[in-house]
């Protein structure tokens, strides 16, 4: 064989294997873009809004959320807000939310003697009470379980991680097809540039690519950051991280004693605290004469730690029950967390953002930052931008499959001629997989489908 032969050969062999390996990502960005894009319309659509929920709430639901502001006026004492709740809504009171801003309403969350839980909405002016709802049953909460598909039950949790790693296969083979081969300088059609109108298949092409490049790295982030949420991984981790100590980092748990109910128990809480236990406070002895100290005076104390506006204070609901202080504003430095004893308004636990771990610290920072909060306006935008770049991906992907696919069949890209060039990607999707174990399954089985669909196609007619 002359050198120049050899030459050619050794380039025809390169040029296959190029060709092979683009078929084994094309094939698996298509299934990956099969399964997540259905996911990333409905999660893109309902997060976009959510970032803006604390707007959206007063805006759709003024007459509960919104009070007219009284220059100079004290609100009246916490305990005459809950008496005017209970009134309206009979029941046990469990946790009184302090309003965030002088127009904002309290919020009282009251059990009812058949179990239900409400929201109660008082005028902290008057004691006026403006309505109730189901506990979390804002429009905007409802939109909550919508995204995090908790309005289909606790198993449908795991397809949002399902669906995050996949997102984040969807991402690495898209940029890997994405990235500018055999191009001559200068030239940026597909690449940095969306060519042709949008009767053609290659402007659809264009925009998928264009935006998917820009808008990977935001897809990338909201899929890990997400996860946290999630069924099985995210609960999983959780466990592992916070279930050692009652929860709290070292030196913020005080020798007192400790229950078995956990503060994510009394309502909403920060992940990084979901294990995190409640103290118990010391019951008077038999035939002591202690009485709680009551809300307005746990009030007060609460107060004097310096809580941001718009805390919740979780009620005693039993003799040995505390009284549980937290707020979660967008900054969260200010993040804070105390529980008084019921009897001595003594603080046994006090925790800020500043005592949590290293690990725990950078988790809250991608939660709060993946929901618009940690940078203010600046933060809600550039996601919300992201969001709508991530609906106009899926739906150019959906148009330019729908322009390209042979009629009558899925359209599924074509196989490698050497298998082996499938070599790298599943040992990709290998370590993800173990990274991920649902995810890992969820792998197996398209694999395994992947190879059924091959097998059939194979079958004599």
Same mark, same amino acid.
């Given at each position: 064989?002359?050198?120049?032969?050899?030459?050619?050969?050794?380039?025809?062999?390169?040029?296959?294997?190029? !060709?092979?390996?683009?078929?084994?990502?094309?094939?698996?960005?298509? &299934?990956?873009?099969?399964?997540?894009?259905?996911?990333?319309?409905?999660?893109?659509? !309902?997060?976009?809004?959510?970032?803006?929920?604390?707007?959206?709430?007063?805006?759709?639901?003024?007459?509960?959320?919104?009070?007219?502001?009284?220059?100079?006026?004290?609100?009246?004492?916490?305990?005459?807000?809950?008496?005017?709740?209970?009134?309206?809504? %009979?029941?046990?009171?469990?946790?009184?939310?302090?309003?965030?801003?002088?127009?904002?309403?309290? #919020?009282?969350?009251?059990?009812?003697?058949?179990? #239900?839980?409400?929201?109660?909405?008082?005028? %902290?002016?008057?004691?006026?009470?403006?309505?109730?709802?189901?506990?979390?049953?804002?429009?905007?909460?409802?939109?909550?379980?919508?995204?995090?598909?908790?309005?289909?039950?606790?198993?449908?949790?795991?397809?949002?991680?399902? =669906?995050?790693?996949?997102?984040?296969?969807?991402?690495?083979?898209?940029?890997?097809?994405?990235?500018?081969?055999?191009?001559?300088?200068?030239?940026?059609?597909?690449?940095?540039?969306?060519?042709?109108?949008?009767?053609?298949?290659?402007?659809?092409?264009?925009?998928?690519?264009?935006?998917?490049?820009?808008?990977?790295?935001?897809?990338?982030?909201?899929?890990?950051?997400?996860?946290?949420?999630?069924?099985?991984?995210?609960?999983?981790?959780?466990?592992?991280?916070?279930?050692?100590?009652?929860?709290?980092?070292?030196?913020?748990?005080?020798?007192?004693?400790?229950?078995?109910?956990?503060?994510?128990?009394?309502?909403?809480?920060?992940?990084?605290? #979901?294990?995190?236990?409640?103290?118990?406070?010391?019951?008077?002895?038999?035939? $002591?004469?202690? /009485?709680?100290?009551?809300?307005?005076?746990?009030?007060?104390?609460?107060?004097?730690?310096?809580?941001?506006?718009?805390?919740?204070?979780?009620?005693? !609901?039993?003799?040995?029950?505390?009284?549980? $202080?937290?707020?979660?504003?967008?900054?969260?430095?200010? /993040?804070?967390?105390?529980?008084?004893? /019921?009897?001595?308004?003594?603080?046994?636990?006090?925790?800020?953002?500043?005592? &949590?771990?290293?690990? =725990?610290?950078?988790?809250?920072?991608?939660?709060?930052?993946?929901?618009?909060?940690?940078?203010?306006?600046?933060?809600?935008?550039?996601?919300?931008?992201?969001?709508?770049?991530?609906?106009?991906?899926?739906?150019?992907?959906?148009?330019?499959?729908?322009?390209?696919?042979?009629?009558?069949?899925?359209?599924?890209?074509?196989?490698?001629?050497?298998?082996?060039?499938?070599?790298?990607?599943?040992?990709?999707?290998?370590?993800?997989?173990?990274?991920?174990?649902?995810?890992?399954?969820?792998?197996?089985?398209?694999?395994?489908?992947?190879?059924?669909?091959?097998?059939?196609?194979? /079958?004599?007619?």
């Amino acid at each position: 064989m002359s050198e120049t032969t050899f030459e050619r050969t050794n380039d025809g062999v390169a040029a296959r294997s190029a !060709t092979d390996l683009y078929r084994a990502v094309w094939r698996w960005h298509f &299934y990956a873009g099969l399964f997540v894009l259905p996911f990333l319309i409905l999660l893109a659509t !309902t997060g976009g809004i959510y970032l803006f929920h604390d707007d959206l709430d007063r805006l759709l639901q003024p007459d509960l959320k919104q009070v007219e502001a009284v220059a100079g006026a004290t609100p009246v004492a916490p305990s005459a807000m809950v008496s005017a709740a209970l009134d309206s809504v %009979p029941g046990q009171a469990v946790k009184f939310t302090d309003p965030a801003t002088p127009d904002t309403s309290a #919020e009282i969350t009251v059990t009812t003697p058949g179990g #239900e839980t409400r929201a109660v909405y008082v005028n %902290p002016y008057t004691a006026e009470v403006l309505g109730d709802l189901p506990d979390r049953g804002t429009v905007m909460w409802t939109l909550r379980h919508i995204h995090s598909l908790k309005i289909l039950g606790p198993y449908a949790e795991s397809l949002v991680e399902i =669906a995050a790693g996949w997102a984040i296969l969807l991402v690495g083979t898209g940029i890997f097809l994405w990235w500018p081969r055999n191009r001559r300088r200068g030239q940026a059609g597909g690449v940095l540039t969306v060519r042709g109108a949008p009767r053609n298949r290659l402007f659809w092409r264009d925009t998928h690519a264009v935006t998917g490049i820009f808008v990977g790295i935001f897809i990338l982030f909201l899929a890990v950051t997400g996860m946290p949420w999630s069924g099985v991984w995210g609960a999983k981790v959780n466990e592992w991280a916070n279930g050692t100590n009652f929860g709290y980092p070292a030196g913020v748990y005080v020798g007192v004693p400790m229950s078995d109910a956990r503060l994510a128990d009394t309502g909403e809480t920060a992940w990084s605290l #979901e294990q995190a236990k409640l103290p118990e406070s010391s019951a008077p002895s038999a035939g $002591a004469k202690a /009485q709680p100290i009551g809300i307005d005076r746990a009030m007060a104390i609460v107060d004097g730690l310096g809580l941001a506006r718009g805390f919740a204070l979780a009620l005693p !609901t039993t003799p040995t029950g505390v009284y549980s $202080a937290s707020v979660y504003p967008d900054d969260l430095s200010r /993040q804070r967390i105390a529980h008084l004893d /019921q009897y001595s308004g003594k603080v046994l636990v006090d925790m800020s953002f500043a005592d &949590y771990g290293p690990a =725990a610290k950078a988790m809250e920072w991608g939660i709060n930052t993946h929901m618009g909060q940690e940078y203010g306006l600046m933060n809600k935008l550039v996601l919300a931008a992201a969001c709508v770049a991530m609906v106009l991906l899926a739906v150019s992907a959906a148009v330019m499959w729908w322009k390209r696919r042979p009629k009558g069949s899925l359209g599924v890209p074509p196989l490698p001629e050497d298998r082996r060039a499938f070599r790298g990607l599943i040992a990709i999707l290998i370590v993800g997989g173990i990274v991920y174990p649902l995810v890992g399954l969820s792998l197996i089985v398209m694999l395994a489908l992947d190879f059924a669909v091959v097998r059939l196609g194979r /079958q004599p007619v």
